[in-house]
């Protein structure tokens, strides 16, 4: 029997690895001889980010979960590496299956590897060329040990061809976070609003910060709420707030009126959210990749990108890094002059079918 380790940590992990855990319960009860298990490293801990996605997604419980919690870069990447090393001391696997670019998918690639494992990176390839962001240092090193490279874009696809990545360990297979996106449309639930917040459908905007950048300094927070509340011409601008940004703002009661700070929300509910709103503004990557997909305009404040497919084809634009930038793209989508947009290639639904096809014919050779 064939055993697959696949590795989950954090929010956006969850999204992806679910199609892929169905593709894999699928095959087993058609006799392919092959046990997987979910390591679940505790790098998100907060319940809001974790167990309720589990929940939605139809997750199975972890097989182990090694509870890292909180800490620095440094901390969390060494805490994950021990304790992953220890379990696979006792209970060796096959193929160590990682996805996306946080601390955990870069951790349990290097442990693996230097247990003689074989790893299998999703989403393999993406670049922003920004050193600054921890993800970025992420991806490099675990595309860096990588023996299998499942791709969301062509683009992916050339920047490990650079890296001097042979074409028959490249598999183009979509993106599994737009399979999640599709199967769950049907199954999406209006959030739990305080009801001083009205609000009415395609009337809002959804706001995400999450940088460091952008959170952590007080008055340049202030400074891009204020300004987003004035571009939204009264429209309110709903804000799923991190704890920790929470509370840097609670020393600020007088936030501006139109910007409403509501808790961070589950996964059916948060695209509910996306798929009815006006716009989003983010500084995240991964949200540009829903936007796309539902036809939403989304405004990302960063110089770069590593999903370029929503820019070149979806409905994302790069604003950039000073939130000044924003008046002109609010002026373009009030004047109805943002671009339509189209669903980019492979992002039908069926990339966990063609990862877990891929997977069965590398662990039958």
């Given amino acids: 029997m064939k055993v697959i380790d696949i590795i989950a940590g954090a929010r956006p992990n969850f999204m992806k690895i679910a199609p892929i855990i169905r593709e894999l319960i699928s095959i087993c009860e058609n006799g392919f001889d092959l046990k997987f298990r979910l390591v679940h490293t505790g790098q998100h801990y907060d319940p809001l980010l974790s167990s309720v996605f589990f929940e939605q997604l139809g997750i199975p419980e972890p097989y182990i979960n090694l509870e890292v919690g909180s800490g620095t870069q440094a901390e969390q990447t060494a805490a994950i590496m021990v304790r992953y090393e220890s379990f696979l001391y006792k209970e060796k696997c096959d193929l160590c299956l990682v996805v996306g670019d946080i601390n955990s998918t870069m951790a349990c690639s290097i442990t693996a590897q230097k247990l003689g494992i074989k790893v299998a990176h999703v989403e393999a390839g993406i670049r922003s060329d920004d050193w600054s962001m921890p993800e970025e240092i992420n991806r490099r090193v675990t595309d860096s040990i990588t023996n299998f490279f499942f791709t969301t874009s062509k683009s992916a696809n050339e920047n490990l061809k650079k890296n001097g990545v042979s074409e028959d360990r490249i598999f183009f297979v979509g993106n599994t976070m737009i399979d999640s996106l599709f199967y769950n449309i049907p199954r999406l639930i209006p959030p739990k609003i305080p009801i001083d917040f009205k609000f009415n459908v395609n009337e809002y905007f959804i706001l995400t910060l999450h940088r460091p950048s952008n959170v952590d300094d007080q008055s340049k927070l202030l400074e891009m709420l204020s300004l987003i509340n004035t571009s939204a011409r009264g429209i309110p601008v709903l804000f799923p707030v991190h704890p920790r940004t929470r509370k840097i703002l609670g020393k600020y009661p007088n936030l501006p009126i139109g910007i409403k700070l509501i808790d961070p929300q589950p ?18 990557g991964g949200i540009s990749e829903e936007t796309t997909v539902l036809g939403i305009p989304c405004m990302t404040l960063r110089d770069s990108t590593e999903r370029p497919e929503t820019v070149d084809v979806g409905t994302n634009e790069l604003i950039g890094k000073d939130p000044n930038n924003l008046l002109v793209a609010f002026d373009r989508l009030f004047d109805g002059r943002w671009k339509e947009g189209a669903i980019p290639e492979r992002w039908d639904g069926k990339s966990a079918k063609r990862i877990v096809s891929q997977l069965v014919q590398l662990l039958s050779s």
């Fill in 267 to 284: 996964y059916l509910e948060f695209i509910w959210l996306i798929k009815h709103a006006k716009a989003v503004i983010t500084d995240s």
